[in-house]
């Protein structure tokens, strides 16, 4: 039995088709990125799986049930993190763990266990609003896992982190499914989802564009390759006429080489001990979504 | 299946608010401290000046004072304040300058009392005092047993004075304060940070929620009573009489309506500033026009029109009602009546304009 099934859901407001007949199935101990832009209807989507929204149209099944009216049976195996960081004011992460806990009838044990896991013990006595923005998206991750739900939704954990923060985070994302555990992550970040998802739906004006693994996506893109050789190691000429190349540029990082051969050109170059510094950047979810969507990425 | 509302996710909810609020020294200034400040000021410096004696400047030898028989001449001086001088320009110099109410000499049988225009109720009491010791004597003199007699009774209790009458009003604006603030940041902050979602999405009803909500109001509204009924009784002497308890009832009633005041401006701002803003906007106001800060027996009709639609009017009147003037426990339910029926208008008026989203 899937964890989540949804069937043509739809939502729409006043003008606009936030969700537009979106079918998906995700599988127990999957975890599912919703890539897409700000506005793409994520959110929405989200909300009506939770339970949060009336969908307008279509069928949402979490387990096998019914999410609508408010099913409190499922809540207590759904955890979920909202995108701002929803906690209580004025009160320190263990009390504020802890008060998350006691909602769901769960002990201090798991509460502090939890802080400790999320590396937050020596910040168990600061208050919410004293924490970094990378500490306050870990303790909201943790009071959303605090009673342990077979079903996590994390929208856009990373959202308003920097480079180095969502790297940080990304450590922890990756263990919360190890139990076995289900997860459905919102993201606009490209790199995040290719590097935690096991699969990605694509989303965009409310419509799911693809589904499935981030390897197949770029895969089914046949994006060319490019392969950069540090400066001075090869001519713009020399690079054109290797074999397989359809496209060559010189820039201030060396030249580039664009291939839908990259195997073909390495051992060319290889031949040619022309290796230096080299580097190759095969598609990305990024050149997925313009492929898919025909316009620039706007995060 | 429903859970049932388990004490546990309650307690959590109720303490955490609480603490929320205990540590937001703002909150607890303008909850608690703010209005005591008033209540010193008001029952503390104000209080004296319905009983100050007026300051009589006798000049020269004033026989008509000196041979008042006894209990005439006690009652003299717990009306005057009497200094003497020899000098009358001097005298009437204090009595321009406000230094003294009222100069007076004896010119032959005529006593001359000297009085600015300024101080006009020190004024009356003095001209209608000296007149009434003035008349007295005469009737005493002439032999004849006085006709007439003139009793007066106060409606009051005896102890009524400035606190009796400054305590209800102000812990009624201290109570709209806290509740009317407490709603109306709570709803907004929390529909910002999401937490209202969130709270949505765990297995606790939103009777649990709200009702914890309110429980800390409530806790915090009777805090404030005992506060202020404490320290009015120790320090400025309050007097309570035989119902004040209904006045109970009363505080938990206002703070339901000013709750659902909050609310209301909670439901219809953007931000948490905006919410505080307009629930600042909507209490200040009120305060003034139910008389909390002083009566509003002078006030023109419309006035008192428009303050019979506030719920502090009737919080106020009702604890003036039970707590100081005496009343039965039974005039304490028209205003819960009214109070009730505001909290109840109000909060589904709020329920109808909330939007989840803020933008």
Known sequence: MPAIELSNLTKRYAELTAVDGVSLEIGEGEFVGVLGPNGAGKTTLLEMIEGLRRPDGGEVRVFGESVWPRNSGLQSRIGVQLQASSFFERLTAREQIRTFASLYSVGTGPADEWLERVGLSDKADTRVEDLSGGQAQRLSIACALVHDPELVFLDEPTAALDPQARRNLWDLLSSINDSGRTVVLTTHYMDEAEILCDRVAVMDRGRILQYDTPAALVRGLDAPARITVAPGVITVEQAAAVPGVIETEERVEGVVLVTRDPGGVITALAAGEQLDGVSVKTGTLEDVFLALTGREYRA | ?359
């Open chain 2, 1 to 359: 299946m429903t859970r049932p509302v388990s004490s546990s996710p309650f307690r959590a909810l109720s303490v955490a608010i609480l603490r929320g609020f205990l540590r937001d020294k703002a909150s607890v200034f303008f909850a608690v401290i703010f209005p005591l400040m008033f209540l010193v000021l008001f029952g503390g410096l104000f209080a004296d000046q319905d009983q100050s004696k007026v300051d009589l400047v006798q000049v020269g030898s004033v026989p008509f004072v000196q041979d008042l028989p006894d209990a005439q001449r006690s009652a003299f001086e717990d009306t005057f304040e009497v200094t003497t001088t020899d000098d009358l320009a001097t005298a009437l110099e204090d009595v321009r300058k406000g230094d003294a109410d009222v100069a007076l000499e004896q010119r032959g049988d005529t006593l001359v009392a000297h009085y600015t225009q300024t101080e006009q109720v020190k004024a009356a009491i003095t001209q209608g005092t000296l007149r009434a010791f003035v008349d007295g004597s005469n009737v005493a003199l002439s032999g004849e047993p006085p006709k007439f007699a003139l009793e007066t009774e106060r409606v009051e209790d005896d102890s009524l004075t400035t606190i009796q009458f400054v305590t209800p009003g102000l812990l009624g604006w201290a109570v709209a304060m806290s509740a009317a603030f407490g709603a109306a940041a709570t709803i907004q902050g929390w529909r910002q940070s999401k937490l209202l979602r969130r709270l949505q999405l765990a297995p606790v009803g939103t009777p649990t929620v709200v009702g914890a909500r309110i429980a800390v109001t409530l806790a915090i509204s009777l805090v404030q009573f005992t506060i202020f009924v404490g320290l009015a009784a120790v320090a400025f002497d309050l007097q309570l009489t035989g119902s004040w308890w209904m006045a109970l009832p009363l505080v938990v009633m206002g703070t339901l309506s000013f709750m659902a005041m909050g609310l209301l401006a909670g439901a219809v701002t953007k931000t948490v500033e905006g919410a505080v803003n307009l629930a600042n906007f909507l209490v200040l106001p009120m305060a003034f026009l139910s008389g909390s800060f002083f009566p509003l027996d002078g006030s023109p009709a419309w006035l008192q029109r428009v303050s019979d639609l506030l719920p502090l009017k009737h919080l106020n009147e009702g604890m003036l009602d039970v707590m100081v003037r005496g009343q039965g426990p039974g005039s304490a339910v028209v205003p819960l009546l009214i109070l009730g029926g505001f909290a109840v208008v109000v909060t589904l008026l709020a329920a109808r304009l909330f939007r989840w989203e803020t933008t």
